[in-house]
């Protein structure tokens, strides 16, 4: 959807209070946050609920929008508490809440129909097509992926049912949003769920591959209001109120003057914070080197001397009144912002006058007493009719000025109070079809497996590899990504997969279920699409998939209330990345050091393969695999079982086959379901 003669949005960050009045200060169109619970940022100070309302009073007086982040996934027994205080935040008059969990979103949908929904960079959109396969959760809002182009991001405006926000400025993952398992594999952590321990910044080799500097899109804002996106959005709910004044000050400057950056500008948002300065390596499509940085010493001083500025409280709202005093009536008392908001209220009658009566001057006097509000007002812009000889207590006076502040901030009339019933399960959305299923990454091994090959009742070759196949191919592995430029190839190679004979896809992204639904293809999807609870299998259910590998994040109580897949053997995924560590960052001229894949090794002597996929994108694979098959007996029986093959040898593959087929254990370390 493209934005319409305006500027974009300018959304800036509060990870508490100060920060929220200094997003204010600078001049932030809109303000997002966490509340206490259900925000990917868990470790930020968030705000509770006496606290936001007051900063929702303080920014819907300026006309400034508030954001609440609910954008973590949910277990199956965390959706009536989080649909709950979505509620909750919505009788407070919060303008929209942020999600990842299309379970969450559904359920709000259905339940909270006045409540507004975004589509948070978790929920790994790249696409207008993505963004159409869920059109039907009503989002007004869909946050692009970090990764895209800006001729992705220009498409992705000009297609998308929603508009598109967008990634301006801040810290970079170098994994696709919403697609990093690194922390919860590794450290118990979960990235997904707001607990992230940033194994990204670490060493590994000797050096900071993983480690990206910050985005800063400034330079390029011409070519950002170009595109059409509707909104700007600067990362940083973990930073200084000094940050977010004096970066949220700056785009303000830019958006509002239709200019790039200069270099004093650029220079001033590095001292602000950087990682050894700034990448625009997405937007422009330069992946290949000078993306990363880690926090030099320098940084950190630079940082250290700008937290110190002083940030200016928020401008207060101008105000005008009309104020009626007449004998045998109830004072009445209109106050208008200068947006045009009006209200009136009644307050007690006048009696008449023992000694001193009111004046036009002293009720002014008392009214403009605003302190503590986000209200000023000069006794000029009271206009006060008294007839003579009437008085009205200090208090009376004080309470109807109160009343008329009270009823200017309170949210709209339809945030009355909602009644939520029980969340329950939803039925079961896959139900018992074939046992086995597995991926092989590279054709030729399975291909080399012979008859233990008979051991899965369907397997998925990547898509984009099937013309390396002898055989007949029943299953394809759509790429991880699929952004608008990429579209029309992967339609081409469905549609050629078709003719070979392929009648089944796993999908992991929204774009890549509408395309091989499209394509007349039997749809599993991926462990990518984070189904965490039986409300997003029902969601996925309704739009074609037919099964569903689980979420390997979730532990076996957890499973036991789920239908689908779980990965009973593989080198999980840990990140997928846009730029290529196979060959040193560029495939063109290196595609067999691709294809022989690569590891990270990090300070402890854990070695992370990296295979490629896709053109020029990345796996970093856990270093330790997922092995369940020797203890079956701890599954709940309604699963079905999912391999993951990805940078094993055929003798290795069939070791493993011939293990799971006996139940027996492996003679190496492997990784047991979370607790």
Known sequence: MKREGKLPELLAPAGGEAAFYAALAAGADAVYLGGKQFNARAFADNFDDETLRRCLAAAHARGVRVYVTMNTLLYERELDGAVRYAAQLFEMGVDALICADVGL?????????????????????????????????????????????????????????????????????????GQCLFSSMVGGRSGNRGECAQPCRLPYDGGYPLSLRDLSLAAHIPALLATGTASLKIEGRMKSPAYVWGVTRIYRRLLDEGRAATPEETRALAQIFSRDGFTDGYFTSQTAKGMQGVRREEDKQSTRATAETAVPPPPLVPLTARCAICAGKPATLTLTDNKGKSVTVTGETP??????????????????????????????????????????????????????????????????????????????AFPRGMARTAVFLHPEVWEALGDMDGYFDMVYLPLWELDRCRRKVRGVWLP????????????????????????????????????????????????????????????????????????????????????????????????????????????????????????????????????????????????????????????????????????????????????????????????????
């Open 480 to 675: 991880p990504v699929v952004t608008d430029g990429e579209e029309p190839q992967v339609r081409l190679l469905l549609e050629a997969a078709r003719k070979r004979g392929a009648t089944h896809a796993l999908c992991g992204n929204p774009a890549q279920i509408a395309m091989a639904r499209e394509a007349g293809f039997h749809i599993t999807g991926d462990f990518r699409l984070n189904v965490t609870n039986t409300h997003a299998a029902a969601y996925w259910a309704a739009h074609g998939v037919e099964d569903a590998v689980l979420s390997p994040e979730l532990t076996a109580p957890q499973l036991r209330e789920m239908s689908g897949r779980v990965i009973v053997w593989g080198r999980i995924p840990l990140m997928l990345t846009e730029r290529c560590y196979a060959s040193d960052g560029d495939c063109r001229t290196c595609r067999h050091a691709c294809e022989r894949g690569a590891a990270l090794t990090d300070r402890r002597g854990a070695r992370f393969p990296v295979v490629r996929v896709w053109e020029h994108r990345n796996l970093i694979l856990n270093s330790i695999p997922t092995y369940l098959s020797d203890r079956r007996d701890a599954l709940p029986r309604q699963l079905r079982e999912h391999y993951l093959f990805t940078n094993e040898s055929a003798q290795e593959c069939r070791r493993v086959i011939r293990a799971a087929m006996e139940g027996a254990a492996l003679p190496f370390a492997v990784r047991r379901l979370p607790k």
């Open 105 to 177: 979103m559904s359920l709000l949908h259905a339940r909270l129909p006045g409540l507004t929904l975004h589509a948070s960079t978790q929920l790994s959109l790249h696409s207008a097509l993505g963004a159409r396969e869920i059109a039907d959760l009503n989002c007004e809002t869909v946050v692009a992926a970090r990764e895209l182009s800006r001729e992705n991001i220009a498409a992705m405006a000009a297609g998308a049912p929603a508009k598109v926000e967008t990634f301006a400025h801040g810290a970079l993952c170098v994994c696709h949003s």
């Open 351 to 428: 009696a008449p006058a023992l000694r001193a009566p009111l004046t036009p001057e002293t009720v002014a006097e008392r009214l403009c007493k605003l302190g503590g509000t986000p209200y000023e007002m000069t006794s000029k812009a009271v206009q006060v009719e008294v007839e003579p000889g009437l008085n009205l207590s200090p208090a009376a006076l004080n309470a109807l000025r109160r009343a008329a502040v009270e009823r200017l901030l309170s949210p709209a009339p339809a945030r009355l109070p909602v009644d939520i019933a029980p969340v329950l399960p939803a039925p079961p």
